[in-house]
């Protein structure tokens, strides 16, 4: 079975930290991304990488890089945190012509 | 560019009722469409994927899907419903020209299925 994991289900930090929110995959995906999830806004594409060190802006990069250094891991940072980043951030890999897989999501609240 | 709408916030139905989730999406090209669920605090799980061929696909938990390209939708239906389908269902479509590297969602639609 495909394995998405993702480094903490749930994260609280404060205003200005710089947060780390890893993801890391098992079956030799070439393709990672990263969401976040709101209510009533679906899922949101903040950045996609196609290959390592390889990365391209989703719909909502501000405030937010990635960084693919091995293929199986696509790590998402918050530069500064912001109270506006506090969402369930969501990871998922797939190769070519097949679904997504996602990692279980981090719940991150920013106070 | 691509987009994908779920025009139901809210499907109600009762056990043993055929339920059915309505999506409807825009894209260039061939599509390729998807259906995921989750559960709370869950990441998203795969259900079906309709790729080419057969309008209707079959999928996991007896849930199924028929494309209809003069519609642009890909409903999800299943004949029978359990409480246990009690859950957040989102479309997806992925351009088969560009695959793998733009995946649209959809708002999601809540799923209550009543005893």
């Known amino acids: 079975d495909v394995k998405v994991t993702q480094s903490s289900r749930y994260l609280v930090k404060r205003t200005g930290e710089k947060v780390f929110l890893e993801c890391v995959q098992d079956m030799d995906h070439e393709n990672m991304f990263w969401y976040r999830q709101d209510p009533g806004l679906g899922l949101r594409l903040i950045y996609f990488s196609y290959d390592v060190k390889m990365k391209e802006k989703g719909d909502i990069p501000e405030g937010y890089s990635v960084s693919r250094e091995k293929k199986e891991r696509f790590s998402l940072i918050l530069e500064s945190a912001s109270t506006n980043q506090t969402s369930m951030y969501l990871c998922?890999?797939?190769?070519?012509?097949?679904?997504?897989?996602f990692g279980p999501g981090t719940r991150l609240t920013v106070t | 560019a691509q987009s994908v709408a779920q025009p139901e916030d809210q499907v109600n139905v009762a056990e043993g009722n055929p339920l059915t989730v309505k999506c409807t999406y825009s894209?260039?090209?061939?599509?390729?469409l998807f259906w995921y669920v989750q559960y709370p605090n869950r990441g998203l799980q795969f259900l079906l994927k309709y790729i080419t061929g057969d309008n209707l696909v079959k999928g996991s938990y007896g849930f199924e899907a028929e494309f209809n390209k003069s519609q642009t939708s890909f409903h999800l239906k299943k004949p029978s419903a359990l409480v246990s389908d009690s859950a957040l269902y989102f479309c997806?479509?992925?351009?088969?020209?560009?695959?793998?590297?733009?995946?649209?969602f959809g708002p999601g639609t809540r799923l209550s299925v009543l005893p």
């Open positions: 998922a890999s797939t190769s070519v012509v097949n679904e997504q897989y």
């Open positions: 894209v260039s090209g061939n599509p390729y």
């Open positions: 997806a479509v992925s351009p088969g020209d560009n695959y793998g590297q733009n995946f649209v």
